[in-house]
Every structure is written in structure tokens, then in C-alpha cells.
């Protein structure tokens, strides 16, 4: 069973999907201001990895949504500062963002809402706000009260009365409550506006990712994740938000990532110590910087250095020259099935047996892990240790007992999925080849054990007018076609 640490409980708990089969989930998204550096990374690795395992180890379908925050302070102040309208400013990070996604063979989100397309749905929830008392307008902005959410805090433990002790005296005089948030602010001259009745004005980011998520996944969602530093003030301003108005929790687990460090240091575009993510994409692979990533757990702080990348880079190497050799060792220039029935008398397959026994224990192994808390680091480690029993293996057995190297690489493969690791090159043409052919000697056999020799040797002429010879021995039946006799 999946479990998983809730922020809001500060608990692992067992997760099951509300509604049995579909996990409805949420990540909060990128302000498009600027180019991702390697900390906004994090967050969509991890929850990327945690979403396909669900979907491939739980069976679940997960319909998952990432925002993009397309109107901001920080769009603006980019805007005046490149000299552009915020449209052109948005346009243009929007789509780096999507062709860095699909650089780091991220599978798409169901939806990217963005912001822009649902102010309307915003008025409509700060009007409701305002209706039931929770919000107060003053010089065309609304602010959220604070003091009237009897649960404010509970997200991020933090108390109203705390709150207030920690804000400087510098407050902003038009709020009741320094702790009081905006939920629309009034527009500036020359600053992008949408018309309320409170005049016109833009929605504040925290009534953006409730509407957006809200708008797919319904009132309340499975689990809604982000990166720590979005615990206070966003998210426990989401909760307080769509929670005043539905009266149900917004998100039954509240999932936060770690932070990206560098040299110890927070990354931060503010501190100035920040790599972008592209950089890092013109030294090291997706697969590289993924493996990077998922060796830490998910709510450790990461520190980020060349170096630790190079390291990934080598595990990853090793693991795959295993893979490759595996695969070269059963599909270059010979290809032997097994007989349907194994002759039992032929050896003493325990040793064989062992190593089977071996790789279905570390499976369940990876599984124990993913399932407490997304251990990603246990679950490469168990990978890690296939990979060893792998060679040890390999070193030594003979015959028809290396076929099990071929269970191995399978399930090697199998793990990795979720986590976007280990995967096969792209294929070749000569790869995909094979393996049809691997089906058609199969069908062949299957056809002479049912003593219809005549189809079997249609297949097998079929075949050679192709170029393709297939030899029946008594280990199995094995190919060689024309441009590997050519190529000896
Ligand atoms: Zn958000």
C-alpha cells in the first residue's frame, strides 16, 4: 500500500484515491517570468515520477494538472524591464517552458490551465468571499480576513496571533490584519487589468491555483504538491480560501518537495546563486539529471554540483552497459528460443533459480520502498542491486540458463519506467526487427507442437526469400540472416 507523507497531518499516511481508481492531482506550475533554474526542476521530476508510478504500479488513472501563472508582479516588473508588454513576456517563457518539459521527457500534464482564461471564475470566488464575510474590499483591492478562517494556520502551524507578532511594523495600512492576504488588487496605470466590481484590477496568485484547480479536478482533490517554500503563504492561503466558501478541505494530502541547494546555499533567483535548467541540459542528459534528482528523497534538501551530476551520469552508464550487453549477447547474431517445455532433466537449475528468486525479492524490494513515502533512493538502490546479482550471474552461467539475464533486463526496465530510467535507446529499425522475428519463430513453434509442419515450414521459406535463415537445433531455433553472414 502507497503511503505517503501529508504535510497537513505531518503524517505518513496510507493513500488510496477518493473515488477508487482516479487520483485527482495538482501541482502548482511556473510563473512565466523568466527560464526555470534547476530548483523549479525538482518539483516536476518527483511529482512526474510519483504520478507514473501510480499509474503503472497502482493501477490508477491520475488526471493531473499543472497551472501557468501568466499574470504577476514579477511579469510585470520583466516586462517594463525588457521593455515588452507582459503578453509578449508570458508567450515567450510559456513556450520555453514546454520545450524544456519535453527536453526532459516529462509526460504532459492532462491540463495547463493558465491563469489568464479564469479571471472570471476568481471575481466569481472573491465575490463569494466577500458575500459570506471572509473578505473585505478597500480602494478596489480585496483582502482576505484572516481572523474570520478559525483554521488559518493549520497547514503551515502557524497562529493569526504569531503571525501578527512576526510582521514588521511596516504594514500595509489598508489591511485590518497585517496577516490579511489580496485576493484582487487594484491596477497601476499601464499595468494589465480586468474589470470588477471592485474596479479594475488582476487576481492574486493564490485565488489562481484554487480556481485552476478547483475548475478540473472539483472540491476536493487527492493530492495537492509544490515545493516547501510554497507552504505559507500559498498554500495555507488556497485552504483558507476555498475552504471558507465549500466548508470541505481543498486537498486530502498536501505533498512538498525539499529545496534545491547550492553549496549549502538555498537556490534562489533573489540570492543570485541559480543555474537554469537549460544549462545544465547542454551538459547532461534528461535521464542523467532525473537520476540525480530521485536519488535524494523528495523532502531532503538537494545540494546541486557538477560533480554530484557526473556522478549520476557514471550510474546511470553502468547500469545501462549491462542493459546494452544483455541485449547484444541475445539479439545480435544469434537468437535462440527456449523450448516450450524445458528439458527438467537437462541440469541443476539452482543456481538459475536463485538468481530468479533473487530479482522477484528485490522487486518487491523497490515496491516496499516507493510505497513508504516515494523512497526513490531505496528504490534505485534495489535497482542497483539487480544490477550487481546481474553480472555476478553473467560471470558464470552457461547455456540455456542465461536466459534469465533476459528476466532481468526486463524488470531492470520495468522499475526504471516510472521513474524515466534505464530505458531503451530509441530503436533501431534492425532492434524492432528482431523482434518480430522473435514472434514469428515463436508462432512457428507453437504451430510444429501442434504438428502443422506445412505452416511452419511456409514461415520458415517465407523467411529465407527475405534473407532470413532459421536453423532448428536441439537447444532451439536459432536466425541467421544474410547481412549478419555478410557482416562475419
Ligand atoms: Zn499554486
Request: with cysteine; aromatic share 10%; charged share 25%.
Amino acid at each position: 500500500m502507497l503511503k505517503l507523507y501529508n504535510t497537513l497531518t505531518r503524517k505518513v499516511e496510507p493513500f488510496q484515491p477518493q473515488d477508487g481508481n482516479t487520483v485527482k492531482m495538482y501541482v502548482c506550475g511556473p510563473t512565466v517570468y523568466d527560464y526555470l533554474h534547476i530548483g523549479n526542476l525538482r518539483p516536476l521530476i518527483v511529482y512526474n515520477a510519483l504520478r507514473r508510478y501510480m499509474e503503472l504500479f497502482k493501477g490508477w488513472q491520475v488526471i493531473y494538472v499543472q497551472n501557468i501563472t501568466d499574470i504577476d508582479d514579477k511579469i510585470i516588473d520583466r516586462a517594463i524591464a525588457e521593455g515588452q508588454d507582459t503578453l509578449s513576456i508570458t508567450a515567450k517563457y510559456t513556450d520555453a517552458y514546454f520545450k524544456l518539459l519535453a527536453a526532459l521527457d516529462l509526460s504532459p500534464a492532462d491540463h495547463n490551465p493558465r491563469a489568464t482564461d479564469y479571471v472570471a471564475e476568481m471575481i466569481k470566488l472573491i465575490a463569494t468571499l466577500l458575500d459570506k464575510g471572509y473578505a473585505y474590499e478597500q480602494d478596489g483591492s480585496v483582502y482576505f480576513r484572516v481572523t474570520k478562517f478559525a483554521q488559518y494556520g493549520k497547514l503551515s502551524r502557524r497562529s493569526v496571533e504569531d503571525l501578527q507578532q512576526g510582521v514588521r511594523i511596516a504594514v500595509n495600512e489598508q489591511k485590518e490584519h497585517p496577516a490579511d492576504f489580496t485576493l484582487w488588487k487594484a491596477s497601476k496605470a499601464g499595468e494589465p487589468k480586468w474589470d470588477s466590481p471592485w474596479g479594475a484590477g488582476r487576481p492574486g496568485w493564490h485565488s489562481e491555483c484554487v480556481v485552476m484547480a478547483q475548475k478540473f479536478l472539483g472540491e476536493t482533490i487527492d493530492i495537492h504538491a509544490g515545493g516547501n517554500d510554497l507552504i505559507f503563504p500559498h498554500h495555507e492561503n488556497e485552504i483558507s480560501q476555498a475552504e471558507a466558501v465549500t466548508g470541505k478541505p481543498l486537498a486530502r494530502f498536501w505533498l512538498h518537495n525539499g529545496m534545491l541547494t547550492i553549496k549549502g546555499t538555498e537556490m534562489h533567483k533573489s540570492h543570485g546563486n541559480f543555474v537554469y535548467a537549460h544549462q545544465v541540459l547542454e551538459r547532461f542528459t534528461a535521464e542523467t539529471i532525473r537520476y540525480f534528482y530521485l536519488t535524494r528523497h523528495y523532502r531532503k534538501p538537494l545540494d546541486y554540483s557538477e560533480e554530484a551530476l557526473e556522478e549520476a551520469e557514471k550510474a546511470v552508464w553502468r547500469v545501462k552497459n549491462l542493459l546494452n550487453d544483455i541485449e547484444a549477447e541475445f539479439s545480435s547474431s544469434l537468437i535462440t528460443t527456449q523450448d516450450q517445455t524445458p528439458d527438467k532433466s537437462d541440469c541443476t537449475n539452482s543456481d538459475r533459480d536463485d538468481f530468479l528468486q533473487r530479482l522477484s525479492h528485490l522487486k518487491q524490494q523497490y515496491i516496499a520502498a516507493m510505497d513508504n513515502d516515494f523512497g526513490t533512493v531505496d528504490g534505485i538502490a534495489a535497482v542497483q542491486e539487480i544490477v550487481k546479482e546481474a553480472h555476478r550471474f553473467r560471470s558464470r552461467a552457461t547455456g540455456d540458463d542465461r536466459n534469465a539475464l533476459k528476466e532481468a533486463l526486463v524488470l531492470i526496465r520495468d522499475l526504471g519506467l516510472p521513474l524515466g530510467l534505464f530505458k531503451r535507446q530509441a530503436q533501431t529499425e534492425r532492434s524492432r526487427e528482431e523482434e518480430l522475428l522473435r514472434l514469428l519463430i515463436d508462432l512457428r513453434q507453437r504451430l510444429r507442437a501442434k504438428q502443422d509442419f506445412a505452416l511452419g515450414d511456409k514461415i520458415r521459406q517465407d523467411l529465407a526469400q527475405l534473407g532470413i535463415i532459421l536453423k532448428d537445433t536441439p537447444q532451439g531455433t536459432t536466425i541467421v540472416s544474410k547481412q549478419i553472414d555478410q557482416s562475419n
